[in-house]
Antibody, heavy 119, light 112 residues
Framework: QVQLVQSGAEVKKPGASVKVSCKAS????????ISWVRQAPGQGLEWMGW????????NYAQKLQGRVTMTTDTSTSTAYMELRSLRSDDTAVYYC????????????WGQGTLVTVSS | QSVLTQPPSVSAAPGQKVTISCSGS????????VSWYQQLPGTAPKLLIY???KRPSGIPDRFSGSKSGTSATLGITGLQTGDEADYYC?????????????FGTGTKVTVL
């Protein structure tokens, strides 16, 4: 079955970086994209950006431009999201989701990775 | 803050129907397909509806979607206790220099 499995929880200090992985299985990795979405505690969903697993093209949310980098490793069917210069308001659960080429479907989603930013 | 507005909460008794609205503008809902996601407590979101009114395989027909102008609606009939969750609409928005995906503010469904 189609599955996305994310890396484990992280605790980081302000100013540090975090890199979350998302390993895909059950489908042809390069036929879809990966979107990243985060959810702060008790808050709604926030789209962070998208990467094509076919050619590596990216589209980042404007508010994260310059701090976020999304990459893929097609040899291991794994997507990565790195967020730099972490602040306390980056504390959130980070999700990856398979993004269909039409862009209208995020399905399925990974289980989520909690990133806590605290001094 | 989100550009897509949803009611904070809706509720109904088991077996009844609820509808959730998602209000946007011409730069998002008005010119793009809408999706709906269900987030059960403590779990990752799940796709319920895509392309305004299509259901992925495995989603019961109790869930339906529609769009008119710059608003979209999710309907849930035959409400069950297992439907208690947060629901989010989502679509692309072209108001900035690059297209970005936006989610609604979210609606909590309570089964009385």
């Amino acid at each position: 079955q189609v599955q996305l499995v994310q890396s484990g929880a992280e605790v980081k200090k302000p100013g540090a970086s975090v890199k979350v992985s998302c390993k895909a299985s059950g489908y042809t990795f390069t036929s879809y994209g990966i979107s990243w979405v985060r959810q702060a505690p008790g808050q709604g969903l926030e789209w962070m950006g998208w990467i094509s697993a076919y050619n590596g093209n990216t589209n980042y949310a404007q508010k994260l431009q310059g701090r976020v980098t999304m990459t893929t490793d097609t040899s291991t069917s794994t997507a990565y999201m790195e967020l730099r210069s972490l602040r306390s308001d980056d504390t959130a659960v980070y999700y990856c989701a398979r993004a269909w080429s039409s862009g209208t479907q995020f399905d399925p989603w990974g289980q989520g990775t909690l990133v806590t930013v605290s001094s | 803050q989100s550009v897509l507005t949803q009611p904070p909460s809706v509720s109904a008794a088991p077996g009844q129907k609820v509808t959730i609205s998602c209000s946007g503008s011409s730069s998002n809902i008005g010119n793009n397909y809408v999706s709906w996601y269900q987030q059960l407590p403590g779990t990752a979101p799940k796709l319920l509806i895509y392309d305004n009114n299509k259901r992925p395989s495995g989603i019961p027909d109790r869930f339906s979607g529609s769009k008119s102008g710059t608003s979209a609606t999710l309907g849930i009939t035959g409400l069950q206790t297992g439907d208690e969750a947060d629901y989010y609409c989502g679509t692309w928005d072209s108001s900035l220099s690059a297209a970005s995906y936006v989610f609604g503010t979210g609606t909590k469904v309570t089964v009385l």
